[in-house]
């Protein structure tokens, strides 16, 4: 089969692709190859890149570029010692070759020597025409081994080569963000926002700044700036809507959420906060639609079905609450928060049994909060297993030293076990912290008040 040589580059993918629809072998020159192969590895085609470069090499067997993506295509496999002797071959023919040393870095990189990569890319800076790209690769490097601060500064430098590039930007916020350097963020965008006015990302990311230092009037003007830079950007109004709500401000915030339906696909956050600006408007029918809107936009938002669940416990519609909660458990039955919302309402069903488990399924999937282990201990109490509530208030104080309600708790359990040495330890930790507490005691074990030991410990911490 002929094919027309064109220099173009759709021409040539669509010929490469028709040639292997056909299983006839064309003729494509280097340069075509390059442009076929960095075409389909930008675009994550990995299958179709190995057939280009195979063929590339079986006809250009001498192109150092062509090798070049050839040993790209290996470090991606993961065949790092073939690559590494390709390109130590391609060293000695071009010694200055700066991606030569960018793909040695990679493998280092991905063998998680991050320190030999950085040397590495430092000797591809000096031979380099494209600065951006190395900083931008020293950069992640940095992020690597948590150097934010080396990071940054390497980031900072791709954004002056290229201030269009907001991936740089984004992460040299990142690196503000987990160095906890917020006002030296706002500092960086004010400086970057002189030479760029209109960037709406830079406006963006200054309202986030001072979204979290609660400065929210500033927070807002940020984001009315990013939406005059760009008024389809979804993101600044979603971000507005939420610095509106907690100015209380709820119709205004309203309006912005509303305005991104209309500018892009529905999302799950724009419903739930819609909802939660309604139920604080005191319109109860709006928010529960938007609630579930959310839950049926995103299934997986454990956030939408909480909202649904709260709002049936505030109007005290307990079954119902519990009907969503367990519609909540069938979809992730592995999240903690539900497991937690779902003992609650069970036992204000007084359903212990039920509720027990789902206090130990909560601390099983990883909730430690001080609630949970002692919800769940006085349901252990309530069905007589005392055995039970020591395990449980025991493994709860490797959490909560000093948790004086536990203490007291373990302190009755002990003493209802019989075993009074342990009892009055923790009963003495207990009144020595707060002996107002005491009267959990009174409350869940009024027996021990007879007690005369009990009641000369109380006495003397009195």
């Known amino acids: 089969m002929e094919f027309n040589l064109n220099s173009d580059d759709e021409l040539s993918i669509e010929k490469f692709e028709l040639m292997l629809k056909t299983n006839e072998v064309g003729f494509f020159d280097s340069d075509e190859f390059e442009q076929i192969i960095e ?77 030999k990569a950085i ?12 600065k951006a790209d190395v900083y931008n690769l020293m950069g992640m490097e940095f992020l690597f081994i948590e150097d934010y601060s080396n990071a940054k500064v390497n980031f900072m430098q791709c954004l002056e080569i290229d201030d269009t590039d907001y991936s740089a930007l984004y992460n040299i916020i990142y690196c503000f963000d987990f160095l906890q350097e917020n006002q030296q963020a706002i500092d960086f965008l004010n400086m970057f926002l002189n030479n760029n006015p209109y960037s709406e990302v830079a406006w963006h990311q200054v309202g986030k700044q001072y979204f979290d230092l609660k400065m929210y009037e500033k927070s807002l003007s940020a984001f009315e700036f990013a939406i005059i830079s760009d008024d389809h950007f979804v993101g600044a109004y979603l971000e507005k809507g939420k610095v509106l709500e907690k100015l209380g401000r709820y119709n205004e915030a309203i309006e912005n959420y509303q305005i991104t339906l209309k500018l892009d696909d529905p999302t799950s956050f724009a419903y739930l906060r819609l909802g939660k600006c309604y139920y604080k408007l005191g319109n109860n029918e709006l928010a529960l639609k938007f609630f579930k809107k959310t839950i049926n936009e995103d299934p997986l938002l454990d956030k939408g079905w909480i909202a649904i669940v709260d709002y049936y416990s505030k109007t005290l519609n307990y079954p119902k609450a519990l ?116 009267i959990i005691l009174e409350e869940l074990f009024p027996e021990l008040m007879k007690e005369k030991e009990v009641k000369d410990l109380i006495a003397r911490y009195s």
């Open 119 to 130: 040397e590495l890319l430092n000797k591809a800076l000096e031979l380099t025409d494209d």
């Open 39 to 115: 075409y389909y590895l930008e675009n994550g085609k990995m299958a179709l890149a190995r057939k280009a470069i195979h063929l590339a090499m079986n006809q250009h067997p001498t192109s150092v570029n062509l090798k070049l993506f050839h040993a790209e295509m290996l470090v991606f496999d993961d065949k790092f010692e073939l690559a590494h002797d390709m390109l130590d071959n391609l060293h000695e023919l071009q010694p200055n070759n700066s991606e030569i040393y960018i793909q040695k870095a990679n493998i280092f990189s991905k063998t998680e020597q991050h320190e």
């Open 323 to 438: 009907t969503y909660i367990e519609k909540a458990i069938e979809v992730d039955g592995e999240n903690a928060l539900f497991w937690t919302r779902y003992a609650h309402l069970i036992r204000r069903l007084n359903f212990f049994e039920e509720a027990e488990h789902g206090y130990r399924k909560a601390i099983e999937l990883g909730n430690y909060e001080e609630k949970t282990w002692l919800c769940r201990s006085d349901i252990l109490l309530a069905l007589g297993e005392t055995e039970a509530v020591i395990s449980n208030l025991n493994h709860g104080l490797e959490f909560y030293p000093q948790q004086v309600e536990m203490e007291y708790r373990i302190a009755g359990a002990y003493y209802r076990m019989n075993e009074n040495v342990k009892a009055r330890f923790h009963l003495q930790n207990a009144l020595k912290t707060d002996p107002e507490f005491v």
